[in-house]
């Protein structure tokens, strides 16, 4: 977690980051690209910031900065937090909901037949196991992976917004 102050109100910092920050329809259509990597969307008092991708990632895995405006006496604190966006959070996991159930319900079947040994649920476990691994090996690296290459541009980013302000 990243937290940053300044003396501007928070209307006025939202005001200065919806005008630094192109949305994303306005970098890829209207030309945002060319000015800056960065893109992203200004919701009540929070807002949220992504970085292109090159040309060899998906763009689901990218991590998000979210960051949320609170109003302090002396002005404003920015507490911002890099994850996974949503979409991908909720379908890996569903992902492994859907395996461990598979998994869990073959092991069930084995414990309430007297353990004896059913080809369907050892394949149903032989499957199940590499399966749910894999799945959290291979997420882990891509997150690692792609947050040492994008959370110090991300942080940077809004360390350079914060800084512009006036009164940081």
Do not use: C
């Amino acid at each position: 977690m990243l937290e940053l102050t300044t003396s501007m109100k928070p209307s006025t910092l939202l005001t200065t980051v919806r005008e630094a920050l192109p949305t994303p329809t306005e970098w890829l259509l209207k030309g945002g690209h060319a000015r800056t990597p960065f893109y992203g969307k200004v919701r009540g008092d929070s807002f949220w910031v992504m970085m292109s991708k090159s040309r060899w990632e998906k763009n689901s895995f990218n991590p998000v900065l979210v960051a949320r405006i609170t109003s302090t006496t002396s002005g404003s604190r920015i507490t911002a937090t890099i994850r996974l966006s949503r979409p991908v959070q909720i379908f890996i996991g569903v992902w492994l909901m859907m395996a461990l159930f598979i998994g869990i319900g073959g092991v069930h079947n084995a414990v309430s037949s007297g353990m004896s040994v059913d080809r369907n649920v050892v394949l149903i476990i032989a499957v199940t196991v590499p399966i749910v691994l894999l799945t959290v090996g291979i997420t882990a690296y891509i997150v690692r992976d792609i947050n040492r290459r994008r959370k110090p541009a991300l942080e940077q980013w809004l360390r350079e917004i914060s800084d512009a302000l006036p009164g940081s």
